[in-house]
T-cell receptor, first 112, second 110 residues
């Protein structure tokens, strides 16, 4: 069974640009959630999608957005990148509310 | 929201030693997991354990939901056990978010 796949693995962008990250969940998993990890703030929840609907959202500015497609794949977009957006972005999938989450390998974003 | 505290923040042990990592949470949870983050950043799922006790090889975990804490035990530590261990919880509400603790950094010396 394939795991959670995140692409790309590494990304370098310039301030002011926008970026789109992709996450393909484990087959059959309908919940996809996104996290940002930085040395100073630790692991912070961005948002969670279930069956194409955003179920929860963390405390991030509107520059951070996401969506989920009918095949459960998810994308997150960050517009007008800032240096502070440099981080490891992790995606996790789950069959549903009462199950554990499986994480992908992450996308390491560097903003210069 | 739910607060999650992990202790100790850092732990340095010799290979072969045993260790206990603790996770305290401030409210009732219906989802609790332990993860090991490897040097490349990937979070490896160790246990899904909202209550009770589980064992997997040298690792075991216990969650006492009524007292709002969970323990991760590592026996006969190996250098490959080094890394950061996270506890993550989620409350009962469907609007509840997954909250991670700040982690325990474990270093196993050969």
């Amino acid at each position: 069974k394939a795991g959670v796949t995140q692409t790309p693995r590494y990304l370098i962008k310039t301030r002011g640009q926008q970026v789109t990250l992709s996450c393909s969940p484990i087959s059959g998993h309908r919940s996809v959630s996104w996290y940002q990890q930085t040395p100073g703030q630790g692991l912070q929840f961005l948002f969670e999608y279930f069956s194409e609907t955003q179920r929860n959202k963390g405390n991030f500015p509107g520059r951070f957005s996401g969506r989920q497609f009918s095949n459960s794949r998810s994308e997150m977009n960050v517009s007008t990148l800032e240096l502070g957006d440099s981080a490891l972005y992790l995606c996790a999938s789950s069959p549903g509310q009462d199950y554990g989450y499986t994480f992908g390998s992450g996308t390491r974003l560097t903003v210069v | 929201g739910i607060q999650v505290e992990q202790s100790p923040p850092d732990l340095i042990l010799q290979e072969g030693a045993n260790s206990t990592l603790r996770c305290n949470f401030s409210d009732s949870v219906n989802n609790l997991q332990w993860f090991h983050q490897n040097p490349w950043g990937q979070l490896i799922n160790l246990f899904y354990i909202p209550s009770g006790t589980k064992q997997n090889g040298r690792l075991s975990a216990t969650t006492v939901a009524t007292e709002r804490y969970s323990l991760l035990y590592i026996s006969s530590s190996q250098t490959t056990d080094s890394g950061v261990y996270f506890c993550a919880v989620k409350g009962y509400s469907s609007a509840s978010k997954i909250i991670f603790g700040s982690g325990t950094r474990l270093s196993i010396r050969p």
